[in-house]
């Protein structure tokens, strides 16, 4: 008789575990699309720094990349040497919220860097 209802309560203490490592895939599986997404802005803003001489160009390059919530908070960086094989690189960062509730007020850094040898 004391096993009666130790289903119920061993569901009721291992449910919010659960709940938690689902919360936490779905979160470390959005931050790593934001990281895949800050990566291919990065690399394709390299790729105008390394073609063009003004970095303005790079930096809007790089925000075009990007998805209009992730552009309007990320901070873009070029760095361009003006000699010819020497290497422009491109670093874009953002603090990205978390979504779960709850956890919301937590902000994760994030940054993504891309390197391209300048071209004459």
Do not use: N, Y
Request: proline share 5%; hydrophobic share 55%; charged share 20%.
């Amino acid at each position: 008789m004391i096993e009666r209802g130790s289903a119920t309560m061993e569901t009721a203490l291992v449910l919010p575990l659960v709940l938690f490592v689902l919360l936490a895939c779905f979160e470390l599986a959005s931050l790593a699309l934001t990281k895949i997404e800050l990566l291919a802005a990065a690399r394709e803003g390299a790729r105008v720094a390394a073609t063009v001489a003004d970095p303005s160009r790079a930096v809007a390059a790089t925000r075009a990349a990007l998805d209009e919530q992730l552009s309007s908070i990320a901070t873009v960086s070029v760095r361009r040497p003006q000699i010819s094989g020497r290497q422009a690189s491109v670093v874009v960062e953002v603090r990205r919220r978390l979504r779960t509730p709850l956890l919301d007020t937590i902000a994760v850094p994030i940054a993504a860097k891309a390197v391209m040898a300048v071209e004459p």
